[in-house]
C-alpha cells in the first residue's frame, strides 16, 4: 500500500466502523484506563492517551515479527485517536 492509501484506510476505520462499534474513542480509551488501574490496584494511573499510546506500542511489537499493513494502519489509526483525546485532558 502506498502512504496515502494508508492514511485514508486509517481515517477511513477510526470515523467508521470502528466508531460505530466502540462508540466514542475517548470513553472507550477511558474505560480502558479505568480497567488497566484497577487491575494494578489502582498503584498505576492509566490516561486514555496512555491506552492510544500502548495500542501503538503494541502494534509496533507486531511489526518486529510481521509488516502487515494493517498494523500500520491501526498505528496511523491511534496516532490520530491519540492526538485528538490529549487535547481533551490534561497530560499527567
Known amino acids: 500500500m502506498k502512504r496515502d ?3 485514508e484506510k486509517a481515517k477511513e476505520l477510526v470515523n467508521g466502523d470502528r466508531k460505530k462499534d466502540y ?3 475517548w470513553l472507550n480509551h477511558k474505560r480502558i484506563a479505568d480497567y488497566w488501574s484497577n ?3 489502582d498503584e ?3 490516561t486514555p492517551t496512555d491506552v492510544v499510546v500502548m ?3 503494541l502494534k509496533i511489537a507486531r511489526v518486529q515479527n510481521s509488516c502487515t499493513d494493517d498494523s500500520f494502519i491501526d498505528i496511523c489509526g ?3 485517536i491519540a492526538g485528538e483525546i490529549s487535547q481533551i485532558m ?3
Do not use: N, P, T
Open 90 to 92: 490534561d497530560w499527567k
Open 39 to 41: 487491575y494494578f490496584d
Open 5 to 7: 492509501e494508508i492514511l
Open 23 to 25: 462508540g466514542d474513542a
Open 44 to 46: 498505576v494511573k492509566f
Open 78 to 80: 491511534y496516532s490520530a
Open 55 to 57: 495500542m501503538i506500542l
